[in-house]
Nanobody
Framework: QVQLVESGGGLVEPGGSLRLYCVATGFSFETYTVGWYRQAQGKAREFLAGISGAATRTNYAPTAKGRFTISRDNAKNTVILQMDNLSPEDTAVYYC??????????????WGQGTQVTVSS
C-alpha cells in the first residue's frame, strides 16, 4: 500500500527558504515518479515539480522554475523540494504524489496528508 508523508512546512518570511520532505513506504519507491503539488485556499491543486524514479528526469511548472529544486534519495525513500525566494503567493498546503508514469499527472490516489507553508512577514 502506497503511503506518503510530507513534512518541513512552516512559517517563513518573504524571500526565505524551506525544504519539504516526502517520505514513502509500502511500495517500490525507486520505480515511481513523484510530484509535488500545492493547493492554496479557495484554489485548485496545482503541479509544481516532478522527478522520475531514477532521478534522471525532472520537470517544473513555470511558477517553480528557478526557485524550487526537486531531488530524491531512494536509499531513504525520500523526495525533497527545496524552495527558495518564497513569496506570500506561495502560501498553500503542499502535497506529494506517487505514480508509475512520466511525466507526473497527479491523477492517482497516492497522496500524503499535506504540509502547510505560510509565507508572511
Amino acid at each position: 500500500q502506497v503511503q506518503l508523508v510530507e513534512s518541513g512546512g512552516g512559517l517563513v518570511e518573504p524571500g526565505g527558504s524551506l525544504r519539504l520532505y516526502c517520505v514513502a513506504t509500502g511500495f517500490s519507491f525507486e520505480t515511481y515518479t513523484v510530484g509535488w503539488y500545492r493547493q492554496a485556499q479557495g484554489k485548485a491543486r496545482e503541479f509544481l515539480a516532478g522527478i522520475s524514479g531514477a532521478a534522471t528526469r525532472t520537470n517544473y511548472a513555470p511558477t517553480a522554475k528557478g526557485r524550487f529544486t526537486i531531488s530524491r534519495d531512494n536509499a531513504k525513500n525520500t523526495v525533497i523540494l527545496q524552495m527558495d525566494n518564497l513569496s506570500p503567493e506561495d502560501t498553500a498546503v503542499y502535497y506529494c504524489n506517487a505514480e508509475r508514469v512520466w511525466p507526473p499527472t497527479g491523477t492517482t490516489d497516492a497522496w500524503g496528508q499535506g504540509t502547510q507553508v505560510t509565507v508572511s512577514s
